[in-house]
């Protein structure tokens, strides 16, 4: 990650059952046969116009979960953190017997970001929230901040006004469009973060940057993929690469904030973590000017 770890993220990280191994050569052979035919037989396309019907029924379902169960986190976890034996690790293809890996590597990844880039701020705001799934996380840090949410679709606004139901924590949902966004208010010391939902703009994500650079928040951090962070000479990335452009995930984003005169840029790192058609884990971190 390039940073420190806080002593409470490394615990958990020694706590998370994080193995795994390489790929024998069949196993590896195997597998890439069937991310060839994935990306042949894939039609989904990002950002079209029956996407938002998919989420509201996504979304809808976490909050149909969430009234019915007092386990919170499992009642709110995105259903595309699927259960899966295979896993990417520094640009590799690797087996893990655990098969809920990716979740606890997400919730190690949560408690990092809280660590470093949340836990001195009152407000935390997350464009495209979902199911509320990271600020809830983080909110089991520290159940005194003020947690906000924003999304296109009005399910992901009821799952933070059912989060704030079930716990009494200061969690607030807002129907947001990055495609139309608005000027959003902060107070004087919040954070901003996307999470996998730039991604999901096909690459019109300017005006909404251009808004969070002109206001007076403190920091801003994504985790989004960025598909010129693959390398050119491997199997692996190649086929991540392949399937982020056929799906049509937003390009563009590392260079737009490197040459935005408003935006002080710090970095956009490659995590090395993903799934078995691509990694959706890199690092940006920004403040505006």
């Not at 770890?5 to 050569?25: E, P």
């Not at 520094?90 to 979740?103: A, I, T």
């Amino acid at each position: 990650m390039g940073e420190s770890l806080h002593h409470i993220t490394a615990k958990l990280v020694d706590h998370c059952r994080l193995s795994y191994r390489d790929l024998a050569l069949q196993e590896r052979e195997k597998l890439i046969s069937s991310c060839i035919e994935k990306l042949f037989n894939d039609k989904q396309k990002i950002a079209a116009p029956e996407r938002e019907r998919v989420w509201y029924e996504g979304w809808k379902e976490n909050h149909d979960l969430l009234i019915k169960s007092d386990d919170i986190a499992n009642a709110i976890l995105p259903k595309f953190i699927r259960e899966s034996e295979i896993i990417r690790i520094d640009g590799r293809f690797c087996y893990s017997e655990n098969k809920q890996f990716e979740k606890y590597f997400l919730d190690c990844l949560l408690s990092f970001l809280y660590y470093n880039f949340c836990d001195e701020h009152d407000e935390i705001h997350e464009f495209g929230t979902g199911s509320g799934y990271n600020i809830f996380k983080f909110s089991q840090e520290d159940d005194k901040k003020n947690y906000y949410g924003y999304d296109f679709v009005q399910s992901s606004v009821d799952c933070l006004n059912g989060l704030h139901k079930k716990t009494g924590i200061s969690f607030t949902g807002f129907k947001y469009d990055f495609l139309k966004p608005k000027e959003v208010r902060f107070g004087n010391n919040a954070v901003a973060f996307t999470f996998g939902a730039l991604e999901q703009t096909g690459g019109n994500f300017q005006d909404f940057i251009n808004i969070l650079a002109h206001s007076n928040v403190k920091k801003v951090f994504h985790i989004e993929p960025t598909v010129e962070n693959y390398f050119n000479d491997t199997i692996e990335d190649t086929l991540a690469r392949i399937f982020h452009l056929k799906r049509g995930y937003s390009t563009g984003l590392k260079d737009y904030l490197i040459s935005n005169p408003n935006i002080s840029f710090k970095y956009c790192r490659r995590i090395g973590f993903g799934n078995k058609m691509m990694e959706g884990y890199n690092l940006y971190l920004w403040e505006p000017r």
